[in-house]
Structure formats: C-alpha cells, structure tokens
C-alpha cells in the first residue's frame, strides 16, 4: 500500500522561507505532487516531481530524493495569503495511478 | 464558471435518509473522482470512475455507491446516510494517470 507522512502544522512569519516536509512508503512510484487548499475550498495543483531534484515554480519550489523516499515543498518570501494546508500526493500504480493524499499541513503566516 | 460543479454546496440531513450528491465536468475528462475529507485525515478516496463504463471502489467505498451518467457526470449516493459520514466530499477530474487532479468546490454535508 501507500502511506505518506507530512507535519500537522507549520507556523512561520511574513516575509520567511518555510519548508513542508513529506516521506512516502510505496510499492512503486510515479512521482510526489503537491497540492494547496484554503480553509476548506477546493484543493489546487502546485508542483509535481517525478524525478530527483527541485522544481521551481516563482516562489515556490519542491525538491523529490526517490533514495530517500523524501520531498519538500519549499514557499519563500511568504505572503499572508500563503496560509493554507499543503497536501502531499503519491499514485498507487496498482490501481490506474489513483492519488493518494498524505493527512496535510496546516500552514499559518503571522504578520 | 466553474469547469468542476458540486451540487449542492451544503447539505443537511437526517440518519436513515437517502441522498445524492452531484458532480458534472466541462472539462472533457474522462477520469472522475470522489474523495472525502476529514478533519486530521486529509483527502480519501471514495469511488473513481476512468470512463462511462468503468467505476471502481477507493479506500473508503462503504456505505456509498456511484453512477457515472455520462462523461461529464458523475454522482455520488449515501443510500442510508449515518453520522460518521458528516464530511465534506470533493469530486475531481483527471485528463490520464499522469495529470493533475481538478477539484470542484466541494459538498459539505451534515448527518444528524
């Protein structure tokens, strides 16, 4: 099976780089996704990773180890607006690449 | 508008009661989703569907069934709705295996 474990919450200020950690145990492995949802709205794409190394999207970027079995999202110059949960996301490639979502992570930006 | 429409977006209802929640695309994807989430527990999959003929059961398919009325259209029923299924339900669509998930807005119901 598949299983993924993030940090229940982060806390950083305005202006700070934070980073989201996420470790996956997976019987095979097409890639680690990323996703971001504001208070209870609609869960939207962010990044995928599906080799070793970091992905830059403007002021977020997210980094794959597949040796380590390890990702992160990493958010810098961090906005007010950047508070959200962040999910991490693996697909099971025993049953059509369905995603998998780790448990998420409550990010809180304070001025 | 939206090209991923849950309706309706709030729901309350009582134990024992049969309910359906809708989930129509314009997106033109065949693969559609139902995910639950929970509080702590993150998003977990109910039921997915790769095309009209196919539907498949997630993690978390007691208790609920699904019909895919076409491509765009894919529902989701409580057929004895209980408490324990208080939750907000997402559907989402997908262009393959390889594509980001597109979530509608969310269904947030309530079982007394």
């Known amino acids: 099976g598949q299983s993924l474990e993030q940090p229940s919450e982060v806390t950083a200020v305005e202006g700070a780089i934070v980073q989201i950690n996420c470790t996956y145990q997976?019987?095979?492995?097409?890639?680690l996704s990323w996703y971001q949802q504001h208070d209870g709205g609609a869960p939207t794409f962010l990044s995928y990773n599906g080799l070793d190394g970091l992905e830059e999207t403007g002021r977020f970027s997210s980094f794959l180890s597949r040796s380590d079995s390890y990702g992160y999202l990493l958010l810098q110059e961090l906005q007010m607006k950047d508070s959200a949960s962040y999910f991490c996301?693996?697909?099971?490639?025993?049953?059509?690449?369905?995603?998998?979502f780790g448990q998420g992570t409550e990010l809180s930006v304070k001025p | 508008d939206a090209d991923v429409t849950q309706t309706p977006r709030n729901r309350i209802t009582k134990t024992g009661k049969r309910i359906m929640l809708e989930c129509s695309q314009t997106?033109?994807?065949?693969?559609m989703y139902w995910y639950r989430q929970d509080p702590g527990l993150g998003l977990r999959l109910i039921y997915y569907s790769f095309d009209v003929k196919d539907i498949n059961k997630g993690e978390i398919s007691d208790g609920y069934s699904v019909s895919r009325q076409a491509q765009a259209k894919f529902s989701l029923s409580l057929e004895s709705a209980i408490p324990n299924q208080t939750a907000l339900y997402f559907c989402?669509?997908?262009?393959?295996?390889?594509?980001?998930?597109?979530f509608g807005n969310g269904t947030r119901l309530t079982v007394t």
């Open positions: 997976t019987s095979g492995f097409y890639g």
């Open positions: 996301a693996v697909r099971d490639p025993n049953q059509g690449g369905k995603l998998i």
């Open positions: 989402a669509t997908s262009y393959d295996q390889n594509s980001p998930l597109h």
């Open positions: 997106k033109g994807h065949d693969r």
